[in-house]
């Protein structure tokens, strides 16, 4: 079996990872933050570690403003709901994954204007174009990092130019670049950062989380959940603080220490080789797949400006025909469809059938590429 | 010992940042519960070398995670500083002014202390409770009970007792007290061989010395407890006398024996007198919420299974393998660690004889469970050390005693003869079996088998003179 799909969650993870789960379980198995007992500083400690070590791996400037959130979704829902008011103004692109672009419709529902900016057919977003859109009265710009059709990785550090030169804050979508793209949330200016665990950083579904960097006042985002956090608890309003103003419920424990495992793998081969191994993979799939007649591949030339995700269709072949043979004849896992990006096929011009998505992963090899090519050329050319 | 002090914070997660950050400023810090008198949150608190007191707090403002609060704790103990030679050492300053000349009960949660409480309530007795929460009691308790936040099932079992008789009640932390005079050293005999009794120390360095101190700061006239045993005197010399609770079947004297001249004038066994029915029939009658709960059997921190506490508790290297071998030297197998057995063990040896072979001693100089027949476990004799006489001075003959060797109370008639340095040999008239090093060995006068000698920690046994 070979396994393409990483863009959607990464597989196999890292042993440490169950192991660190399992080990949270058995040893760890307080409540974190709701009593002063060893088995629940053990397990407050263990989510801290979590926290301290995303904080190195994003270079983001205090760990207690990482909030943790079951997704990335909810991350990204925690800052719009939280930030963005009646009547303000939402920049945004044409390549945006429905956990941008449905929150977003909802807010525009409740009377907030949103700016959609155009991209062009390869996928590349207009600068120009988006400079134009974020004038002074934009509360917020969103922005994926890269999306997740054709992989295509935006200039995170002029988009922060461009949204604080107008006085806006910049949420970023990470969820296919982190851990598989190096991010350092202060050197970019990425002032809220989205991120999921279970993918690029080797973790487990139902952890992620939200950045805060400094230019955004915690005061001015409101919860999504209000709760129980174990500090204040004489109170019956929701506490201030960081994190636990955000941070309301039992937390995913075993979750988050399989997300640290993850992370913690991911740190100890290094983002920069990570990305190296996956864009060369990544321009071997390019390169093989241009050469085959009927192919067409989707995103910007070369593995350079993306990460790991190649979408293509080819002459004749409907998409889902393509990924079913794929597996049935050639044990090959992809994707075919629309990925949840709607947005991003219209501008790609592949609404309403999609493409073929293949993404390989830190640990797909040269050789499951070669034959997967191979594959798609008996497919395509029998 | 020096001085500690805590840093709180608002969240449980400013806490662990902070001891990492301090940590890795080389200042030795610790998250602990904070105390409930410096924070009313479930929140942690970090517990550093109050010298350092400047410096945690110039690092932890830098650094984006200031504290609430610093706070010096009192010498060696978990509690914040007192005013200046202020009895006020009370974390409640009500409660120590309601306990001025009243009697502190301790209330476990049970129903023999509340009905102790009740009891001295319905004489007339000015009366305080006190329920001391330990913590630990945490590990298997609390995977199995419901317990609400902050608070242990027996504290809030004990406050509604308290509710429910119309006295006081205050809940004092003491989770590093009982770490160190409890938990400590029950790992410690484990690893070292013996067969601790937590219990009595529990009683002898919490209750009788940690709580009864703060009782008599707070102007206290007494202490008292749901044990079963009653307190007399000798008509003759004056001195105070232990002696067995009137129901045989509960007679907790054998917890007790510890207790000295000082601390049995002011303490009280309401139940002394009591058969448990009698306390049951009672409970109901009053109404008391806790009058259906089951006896408690267990060690109370460790569940019904210390060697699961054990691993949980001590460094994996403590638990070393070694030989498992018979008394004539022959090695039968291996063991995972001398800490997981007790003498008189049978079960779990994983040895596959052919007739029941027994733990019979635990050398911990070799690593070595020593295993033998039933017979072998039976021995004449039993050595004693920190032997402690409720009458004061040791007696200078040899004493005719009825010696008890564990909690159940049956007693073997023996020959208690000191030594020197609170030593001790106990001669038993008829050999007995399973005498495990750890455990106490507590004497009754052989001509009134209700009064409490006193007793000691049983060190070895002499296997030669096994019949």
């Known amino acids: ?382 | 010992m020096s001085r500690e002090g805590m840093a709180i914070f608002r969240t449980t997660a400013a806490a662990l940042r902070a001891e990492r950050l301090l940590a890795g400023a080389g200042i030795g810090a610790r998250a602990a519960a904070a105390p409930r008198e410096l924070s009313r949150d479930c929140s942690l608190g970090v517990r550093f070398a109050w010298e350092a007191a400047e410096r945690v707090h110039a690092l932890l403002q830098a650094a984006g995670v200031p504290p609430v609060g610093l706070h010096p704790l009192g010498e060696g103990r978990g509690e914040p500083e007192a005013g200046t030679g202020e009895p006020a050492a009370a974390p409640e300053p009500e409660l120590a002014a309601g306990a001025a000349g009243a009697v502190v009960v301790a209330m476990s949660g049970g129903v023999d202390s509340a009905v102790a409480a009740a009891l001295l309530h319905q004489a007339g007795v000015p009366v305080v409770g006190v329920t001391l929460r330990v913590w630990s009691s945490g590990w298997r308790a609390h995977t199995r009970r419901a317990d609400r936040c902050c608070s242990l099932g027996a504290v809030a079992d004990a406050r509604a007792v308290a509710e429910r008789l119309g006295i006081d009640h205050a809940v004092l932390d003491c989770e590093a007290e009982f770490e160190r005079e409890v938990i400590q050293p029950f790992l410690a005999a484990y690893l070292g061989g013996r067969t601790p009794n937590p219990c009595l120390a529990c009683n002898s360095r919490l209750k009788f010395a940690w709580l009864r101190e703060r009782a008599r700061a707070w102007g206290a006239v007494g202490l008292a407890t749901g044990h079963y045993a009653r307190v007399t005197r000798d008509p003759v010399s004056g001195r105070y006398q232990l002696r067995r609770g009137r129901d045989p079947g509960k007679d907790q004297s054998y917890f007790l024996y510890r207790l000295t001249q000082a601390q049995l004038a002011d303490l009280r066994f309401p139940l002394g007198e009591l058969h448990k029915a009698a306390t049951r029939q009672m409970a109901l009658r009053l109404g008391l919420p806790v009058a259906g709960k089951p006896e408690s059997q267990e060690i109370c921190f460790a569940g019904g299974d210390y060697r699961a506490f054990l691993r949980e508790r001590v460094a994996p290297a403590a638990l070393r393998p070694g030989p498992m071998r018979d008394t004539g030297g022959r090695v039968l197998g291996r063991h995972a660690g001398l800490a997981l057995f007790t003498v008189g063990q049978r079960h779990g040896l994983g040895l596959g004889t052919p007739t029941p072979r027994y733990v019979v001693a635990l050398d911990p100089a070799r690593d070595e469970v020593v295993v033998g027949e039933e017979r072998e476990l039976w021995t004449r004799e039993a050595t004693l050390e920190d032997l402690h006489l409720i009458a004061g001075e040791p007696p200078g003959e040899p004493l005719r005693v009825l010696a008890q060797l564990r909690s159940a109370p049956v007693a073997a008639p023996a020959t208690l003869c000191p030594g020197p340095g609170g030593t001790a040999r106990l001669v038993f008239e008829q050999p007995q079996r399973g005498v495990a090093p750890g455990q106490a060995a507590v004497c009754y006068a052989a001509a009134d088998p209700e009064l409490v000698l006193g007793g000691g920690t049983i060190c070895g046994s002499d296997p030669a003179a096994a019949a």
């Not at chain 1, 597989?11 to 192991?19: C, G, I, L, S």
């Not at chain 1, 007992?37 to 994003?58: C, G, K, N, P, Y």
């Not at chain 1, 941008?100 to 120009?128: I, K, N, Y």
């Not at chain 1, 190649?310 to 025909?321: H, K, M, N, Q």
Request: aromatic share 2%; hydrophobic share 40%; with cysteine.
């Open chain 1, 1 to 382: 079996m070979i396994y393409l799909d990483n863009a959607a969650t990464s597989w196999p993870k890292p042993p440490e990872v169950a192991r660190a789960m399992g080990d949270f379980l058995e040893r760890a198995g307080g409540n974190p933050g709701r009593a002063g007992h060893r088995l629940s500083i053990a397990a407050a400690r263990a989510i801290s570690d979590v926290r301290e070590t995303l904080a190195a791996l994003f270079h983001a400037p205090d760990p207690l403003r990482i909030v943790f959130t079951p997704s990335v979704t909810q991350a990204i829902n925690l800052a719009l709901r939280g930030l963005v008011r009646l009547g303000d103004r939402v920049v945004t692109t044409g390549m945006e994954h429905n956990a941008v672009m449905r929150p977003l419709r909802a807010l525009e529902e409740g009377r907030v204007h949103l700016t959609v900016v155009p991209c062009r057919p390869d996928g590349e977003l207009d600068l120009l174009a988006l400079r134009q859109a974020v004038i002074p009265s934009v509360r917020l710009v969103v922005v994926a990092h890269a999306d997740n059709v054709t992989g295509a990785l935006r200039p995170l550090d002029e988009i922060a130019r461009i949204a604080h030169d107008a006085g806006a804050p910049l949420l970023v979508d990470a969820a296919q670049t982190a851990g598989a793209v190096p991010i350092d949330v202060q050197d970019l200016g990425i002032d809220l950062l989205a991120f999921t665990g279970h993918k690029g950083l080797l973790g487990p579904p139902g952890t992620g989380g939200l950045i805060l960097g400094e230019r955004v006042e915690a005061r001015e985002l409101r919860p999504l959940v209000r709760g129980g956090t174990g500090s204040h608890s004489e109170h019956e309003e929701q506490p201030e603080e960081l994190p636990d103003k955000f941070e309301s419920g039992t937390p995913n424990g075993p979750g988050l220490a399989g997300l640290g495992a993850g992370v913690r793998a991911v740190m100890q081969r290094g983002v920069e080789a990570i990305r190296a191994h996956e864009a060369a993979l990544t321009a071997g799939l390019l390169e093989g797949l241009a050469a085959i007649p009927g192919v067409r591949v989707y995103g910007p030339p070369g593995a350079g400006g993306r990460t790991a995700v190649i979408s293509f269709t080819a002459a004749g072949r409907s998409v889902s025909e393509l990924a079913l043979r794929l597996e049935e004849e050639y044990q090959i896992l992809g994707r075919a469809g629309l990925h949840c990006a709607p947005a991003a096929h219209r501008t790609l011009g592949t609404f309403p059938d999609g493409t073929v998505r293949l993404a390989p992963g830190p640990s797909t090899t040269r050789d499951e590429i070669q034959a997967t090519l191979r594959a798609v050329e008996r497919i395509v050319r029998p």
